[in-house]
């Protein structure tokens, strides 16, 4: 069973999200609060698998909540889902600086919300189709590139290890990465849990963002 934390600071928001992650028969809502504070207190208590926020709230806001549940130094880091609009660009990027595995369009269809949930849970993290671009871009444009500990990324990863951070840059899963590559799936798990502290990571979109911040692989047009 997957546990989830939602928060989100408008009542009639935070109850349709919790009753349509209550409704999938792998999902159980532990705890639906209004503001980051309680967000992160009750994720904490409970020992939650993701935590699916708005980034906006009053008092601790969802990005400094992320950085509390998943940031750099985190110990035992709980996976964060933001939910976002189109008109909070800036707040977008601070929190997947902050730590979070996945964004979701506030507008998505419930199976796709039920979908990330998974896909964040299992460790894959997420992102909505029409966000990716601008969101890949808008980081290496705006906010410039992390820096490297050696001079080329190939001098940092196996050659193994290069082959499945490109796959994971094209939005690959595991299991897709594995059949691309004839690796099964737990080999394919190992490499990543093995690259991500190199590069200084912590989940796969973070990775993924690093290939582009990186040149490992360009932004298509």
């Known amino acids: 069973m997957i546990r989830v934390v939602?928060?989100?600071?408008?009542?009639?928001?935070?109850?349709g999200l919790t009753t349509l992650l209550d409704a999938a028969p792998?999902?159980?809502?532990?705890?639906?609060?209004?503001?980051?504070?309680?967000?992160?207190?009750?994720?904490?208590?409970?020992?939650?698998?993701v935590v699916c926020t708005d980034i906006r709230m009053p008092g601790?806001?969802?990005i400094s909540a992320t950085r509390e549940l998943s940031g750099p130094g985190v110990e035992d880091p709980i996976a964060v889902l933001v939910?976002?609009?189109?008109?909070?660009?800036?707040y977008l990027f601070g929190a997947l600086e902050a730590g979070a595995s996945g964004f979701l369009l506030k507008d998505a269809e419930p199976e796709e919300l039920v979908a990330a949930v998974r896909s964040v849970a299992a460790g894959n993290g997420t992102i909505d189709t029409s966000l990716t671009k601008r969101v890949l871009r808008e980081v290496v444009t705006r906010r410039g590139t992390r820096p490297a500990v050696a001079a080329r990324p190939s001098d940092l990863l196996t050659p193994r290890e290069?082959?499945?951070l490109l796959?994971?840059?094209?939005?690959?899963s595991n299991d897709e990465i594995a059949d691309e590559l004839t690796l099964e799936v737990s080999t394919v798990k190992s490499h990543l849990a093995r690259m991500m502290p190199k590069l200084g990571v912590r989940s796969r979109l973070q990775a993924a963002v690093w290939a582009?911040?990186?040149?490992v692989v360009d932004l298509p047009d």
Do not use: C, K, S, W
Not at 41 to 48: G, L
């Open 167 to 172: 796959l994971l840059a094209q939005g690959m």
């Open 26 to 49: 792998d999902i159980e809502v532990v705890a639906a609060v209004a503001d980051g504070r309680a967000a992160v207190d009750a994720a904490r208590a409970h020992r939650v698998d």
């Open 6 to 15: 939602v928060a989100d600071d408008q009542p009639l928001v935070r109850a």
């Open 83 to 90: 939910l976002t609009t189109f008109d909070i660009d800036e």
């Open 212 to 215: 582009y911040q990186n040149r």
């Open 162 to 164: 290069l082959d499945i």
């Open 60 to 62: 601790l806001d969802g």
